[in-house]
């Protein structure tokens, strides 16, 4: 993860917000994984796993809740 | 997920704001696994197995956590 | 789930949002499994599962948090 | 569950807080599973299994948070 | 768990806090697992269990957020 | 973990922040499991087990959370 992937938390658009805490549960998994051939390898796995996607679910939930947060749940906008 | 899904966090009421928390659980599944046809494969066993539906309630209450801190837990209505 | 289930997070007592986020931990199994003779099989597989009794309670935890938030604690009664 | 076992969610200590959170773990697990004699053959299983004793952990722990909170942290002790 | 074993949320240090998150982390084990002797053999399992270490680590994190909201997050220091 | 290896929460950027959250996850792993030699063996058996990955990453979330917190959510940077 070289240069800079997560300038700021703030995102114009909920959808925008959602599509970031997508990718803060990626990469928490590319670190501990570094392997881009081995990390495909285990996506034709987990993407047919009801169970992992459900699991990466919730990851995603949890990083919404800071991502929300952080945008003051664009309430504002 | 083309287009707009996701405009604001905001509800009219508790049981709208937990359907949007059932959305936003599923989406993130669809973003993993974008074949429509593995996701109805995959739901045929998951609807019966009793720890993927908790698995998929747990996410719901992330999530509702989240849109209901947005909306402020519905408190003035 | 037709009707209004959720009219609101307020209640009287801890007790009552006790009860409440048991009933919000159950909603969303209903919703993704709507046929209630399967629902009634797999009770009869996860209840003497004690993972699976733990991982309800978690799921009842998460909302508990939510809807004792909601109820400032019933700090005020 | 009869009769009033949660009045409220304010405690002396920290540690009567931790309790606490312990009991509302529990009582998930016995408002879903009614049948103590059931219960005890459960516990007799998961006191000997690591998982299930860091699940039933990780339940006391998101309890305690709302305890936690409920108490402002006991910081005006 | 005689005696007073949680005076305070309150450390000096992040890294106390960490340290304290630790603690409570097992306290629910030893509660659920009172017997000194089943938990060292359990612990000679899951000490070796990358998914259970992973699920430890999981419950220092949830007490690790108590702790740290508790102390303001340091901010003062 | 002895020294000094949490001396604060607060972090210049959020990719600052994310990369302590994933050292705060690690931690308590090793201080479950003290040995690097057996600590290397896990990891190269959980580096490819989705499962694993993931729930490295869910850790890592719930860190993030708490960093995200202590640092208002780097808004006013």
Redesign the interface.
């Known amino acids: 993860m070289a240069g800079?992937?997560?300038?700021?938390?703030?995102t114009d658009?909920?959808?925008d917000g959602?599509a970031l805490a997508?990718k803060?549960?990626?990469?928490?998994?590319k670190?501990?994984?570094a392997d881009p051939t081995?990390r495909e390898d285990?996506?034709t796995?987990?993407?047919?796993?009801?169970?992992?996607?459900?699991?990466?679910?919730?990851?995603?939930?949890?990083?919404?809740?800071?991502v929300?947060?952080?945008n003051n749940?664009?309430?504002d906008?």
Do not use: C, N
């Not at 803060?24 to 998994?29: D, I, N, P, S, T």
């Not at 796995?45 to 800071?66: C, M, N, P, R």
């Open positions: 800079t992937w997560l300038p700021t938390l703030l658009t909920p959808q959602y997508v803060l549960a990626r990469v928490a998994v670190m501990t994984q081995i285990l996506r796995v987990y993407e047919k796993d009801a169970g992992a996607l459900i699991a990466v679910s919730s990851v995603v939930a949890t990083h919404f809740q800071t929300a947060a952080a749940y664009w309430r906008r």
